[in-house]
């Protein structure tokens, strides 16, 4: 662990090995001890991210976490493409909306495919919707608890 500065320069710098890796940064300070708290915090998070350590998030309602997901995908879906996943949201949230992420089921999402079906929407079109469920659910770690039980609908099926 090395606090220096360069000659003629008044900013703080560190300097550590980490993992066989050299780690040198500007703390971005002209002060010294908060040079030496920005060093312990990188190393830390070197380490959290070594361990695989990051704070988990809370569950949330699928209502929540599917605003937040639609917003993270915004800037990088077509605006065909975005307005096809709120089509999706706008027939799975009244069904879904009210569900941790943490306890939706595969019998949820198989009931939900037997409504749609039901209310005559074409198998591919319940299939988009239930893609749509697999991504937020995929971005929210939680699809891998469902996935060997969810089956997708087969064209001709009513």
């Not at 198998?123 to 469920?133: D, G």
Request: positive net charge.
């Amino acid at each position: 662990m090395a606090l220096f500065r360069y000659p003629g320069r008044k900013t703080w710098w560190y300097d550590f090995r980490y993992c066989g890796q050299a780690i040198r940064e500007s703390a971005r300070t002209r002060n010294k001890e908060v040079a030496r708290r920005a060093e312990l915090a990188r190393r830390l998070s070197l380490q959290e991210g070594y361990h695989n350590l990051q704070p988990k998030r809370l569950p949330r309602l699928f209502v929540v976490a599917a605003g937040e997901w639609i917003e993270m995908k915004r800037p990088t879906l077509a605006p065909k493409s975005l307005l096809i996943e709120k089509t999706n949201l706008n027939h799975i949230l009244p069904v879904l909306g009210k569900h941790l992420v943490t306890s939706i089921r595969a019998v949820d999402i198989a009931s939900y495919q037997k409504v749609r079906l039901a209310e005559s929407a074409s198998p591919k079109t319940v299939n988009l919707e239930v893609a749509t469920i697999r991504a937020i659910l995929r971005w929210c770690n939680t699809w891998s608890h469902v996935q060997q039980d969810v089956r997708m609908c087969l064209p001709g099926t009513t």
